[in-house]
């Protein structure tokens, strides 16, 4: 008994604490992703990343919000929606203890409110998300006024960019038909042009 202890002292301890003491993970170790809402603009980018489908978005155009929510319970930890994350509001964690009482608590969710388009007026993206494009658009704009135009453009709807796309290239159309209509007449086009 006596060799047993002493050999038991000689060794030391050979297990770890845990869980009565933190239990150390290894560097790049990938646990649990920590959301932080306040970071988040509901892009979506982590839920099109994700390959697992944990993460989800769902758009409520009659409430006018979109709701981010995560089910710990599908993730497989790789790290794909932190690589997408163009914010860094999502990073995977050292924390390995997923452990629950009920199913439902592996869920966590955000409610983000949408932005309404400045030109129908109908809600189309979260105002967090607008307002990040309108920043960085602005950001390469060469004065006010192109500043003005380029954060009109990020609050507007796809729908109303497609109509003012199309009557944009109507215009250019009808303009280039009567140029070529006044062409055939007889004088070229520029010299009509000048013609008082
Ligand atoms: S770590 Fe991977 S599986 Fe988990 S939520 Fe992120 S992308 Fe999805
Ligand atoms: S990619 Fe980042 S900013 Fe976009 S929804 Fe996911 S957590 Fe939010």
Redesign the pocket.
């Known amino acids: 008994m006596l060799k047993l202890l002493k050999e038991i002292f000689r060794t030391g301890e050979a297990t770890v604490k845990y869980p009565f003491a933190p239990m150390p993970v290894c560097k790049d170790f990938r646990g649990k992703p920590e ?1 932080k809402a306040e ?9 099109v990343a994700c390959p697992a489908n944990a ?1 989800q ?1 769902e758009t409520d155009t009659a409430a006018g919000t979109r709701t ?1 929510s995560i089910n710990y319970g599908r993730c497989v930890f790789c790290g794909r ?1 932190e690589e ?4 860094g ?2 990073r995977l964690s050292d924390d390995f203890e997923l452990a629950v009482g009920s199913k439902a608590d592996l869920t966590r969710k955000a409610v983000f409110t949408l932005a309404d388009c400045a030109c129908c007026g109908k809600p189309f993206a979260p105002a967090k998300e607008v307002d990040y494009v309108a920043r960085l658009l602005s950001q390469s704009a060469r004065g006010a006024e192109e500043a003005d135009r380029l954060r009109l453009t990020a609050s507007t709807c796809p729908a109303c960019k497609r109509a003012q796309d199309v009557q944009q290239i109507a215009g250019m159309g009808i303009a280039r038909q009567m140029e070529a209509g006044l062409s055939k007449a007889g004088k070229p086009a520029k010299e009509l042009e000048t013609t008082p």
């Open positions: 959301h970071d988040c603009i509901a892009c979506a980018a982590c839920t993460i978005m981010w929606c997408s994350c163009p914010t509001a999502i």
